[in-house]
């Protein structure tokens, strides 16, 4: 049985830094994609950034250049490095992965994302 479990969220001030954590247990693919979503209330859910397990790297425009994810496949980890954190980055985030997905596939839509964790908030302040 897959299990992710995020960590790191918090409360923030404008302008300051977080770092999330995605740990996946359970999960057997070597090729495939790990995402961080995000989502406010009433709103759907939005893509953050994702990454395949080859290393390709996709960003939302509203956090290019402020934020970067990465993976450690040995640890079957993906981690959320959020810099200059905006009022507007206030949202639950969520860590996702797929099934195998070869990277010369598309980018898998949010509905694609077999595997979900459970939510980890994150809150920035003016």
């Known amino acids: 049985q897959v299990q992710l479990v995020e960590s790191g969220g918090g409360s923030v001030q404008v302008g300051g830094s977080l770092s999330l954590s995605c740990v996946a247990s359970?999960?057997?693919?070597?090729?495939?994609?790990m995402g961080w979503f995000r989502q406010v209330p009433g709103k759907e859910r939005e893509r953050v950034a994702t990454?395949?397990?080859?290393?390709?790297?996709n960003y939302a425009d509203s956090v290019k250049d402020r934020f970067t994810i990465a993976r450690d496949s040995a640890k079957s980890t993906a981690y959320l490095q959020m810099n200059r954190l905006k009022p507007e980055d206030t949202a639950m985030y969520y860590c996702?992965?797929?099934?195998?997905?070869?990277?010369?596939?598309?980018?898998?839509?949010?509905?694609?994302?077999?595997?979900w964790g459970q939510g980890t908030q994150v809150t920035v302040s003016s």
């Open positions: 359970g999960y057997t693919y070597s090729t495939y994609y």
């Open positions: 996702a992965a797929t099934e195998y997905w070869p990277q010369w596939q598309p980018v898998p839509d949010p509905n694609e994302y077999k595997y």
């Open positions: 990454v395949h397990s080859l290393g390709r790297t």
